[in-house]
């Protein structure tokens, strides 16, 4: 997999960075190539509206330009870029697939297809879920306003609101510490009454070894990080978790796909699946990511 996206990364890499340099020359920010694909999208759009062969080839052609200014764009990225730059691109990049719907569905009622338009605002309000969730489940927690403790572990629970000083102590049954104060006896035996670092466990004589790997519910062992599993790593490949959040990219690939076979309802029903995929890829996954960072 790792080859693989090398390689990938290797002959994108040649294509865009002439382009890249281009860009560079003429001064062209992230959000004017933003600009640059909205106008690629237009003639992909009136093709669509085109039943047959030809108007699906010439209209996924203009989209794989779109996503090439896609590439350049974030070639582009290592410039100064502002929050207007990242917000204009944000918002040429759902415009200017809003114009693609609408080209299909435009000529999927030329074309005779029942509920060509139903179909397509099916399809956005699927594409406006995926993103909001994603979103949602993406953002960084902002910092507490200044003034505002911030919370103590167990301070929803029942007793925490009947006695506020029952969650001060924040140390749980299981830690050294806690047993050496109640026993009267350093943990692992020592004098010194060092407590044995997160990562480590406790040998045969009791001074702590480091763990090495840690087996997990499928009997595959695990690859640690810093005393850490990377289970995100282990449990979903790079190239499948992409698939699974069904970016622009490959929806675009997925309508170039259909509409060349099929009529742009199968298309509309295919981005309607997709974005249902996605968000539930996205629900499930948050626990797992959740998990790992509380491992952490």
């Not at 865009?16 to 004017?32: D, M, Q, S, V």
């Not at 209209?59 to 896609?70: C, E, K, W, Y």
């Not at 045969?204 to 850490?228: F, L, Y």
Request: with cysteine; charged share 20%; aromatic share 6%.
């Amino acid at each position: 997999m790792a080859n693989a996206a090398a390689l990938t990364d290797h002959w994108l890499g040649r294509l865009t960075r002439p382009g890249a340099r281009w860009a560079r020359r003429a001064r062209l920010t992230p959000a004017w190539m933003g600009k640059i694909g909205l106008i690629l999208t237009v003639p992909a759009a009136v093709w669509f509206t085109e039943p047959g062969m030809r108007g699906a080839v010439i209209g996924s052609l203009f989209l794989a330009a779109a996503l090439f200014t896609d590439a350049v764009a974030d070639e582009l990225t290592g410039q100064r870029r502002d929050a207007l730059d990242t917000w204009s691109a944000a918002m040429l990049s759902r415009l200017r697939e809003c114009v693609v719907y609408a080209g299909l569905a435009l000529g999927g009622a030329w074309a005779g297809v029942p509920n060509a338009w139903a179909w397509a605002g099916g399809a956005l309000i699927a594409l406006a879920l995926r993103d909001a969730v994603v979103a949602a489940h993406r953002a960084e927690p902002g910092p507490a306003p200044r003034g505002v403790p911030a919370p103590r572990r167990g301070a929803d629970s029942p007793i925490a609101a009947v006695d506020p000083g029952a969650g001060a102590d924040e140390r749980t049954p299981s830690d050294p510490a806690l047993t050496a104060k109640l026993f009267g006896s350093p943990p692992w035996g020592d004098a010194g009454g060092a407590v044995p670092h997160a990562g480590t466990v406790a040998g045969p004589t009791g001074p702590p070894e480091p763990e090495c790997g840690r087996v997990g519910s499928a009997g595959a062992t695990e690859r640690t990080e810093g005393g850490q599993p990377s289970r995100e790593d282990a449990l979903y490949p790079i190239a499948a978790r992409w698939l699974l959040g069904f970016p622009q990219a490959a929806r675009f690939a997925t309508i170039a796909m259909t509409i060349t076979i099929w009529d742009p309802r199968v298309t509309f029903i295919a981005l309607i699946v997709g974005c249902g995929v996605a968000v539930t890829a996205e629900l499930v996954d948050q626990p797992v990511r959740a998990e790992a960072g509380s491992a952490g």
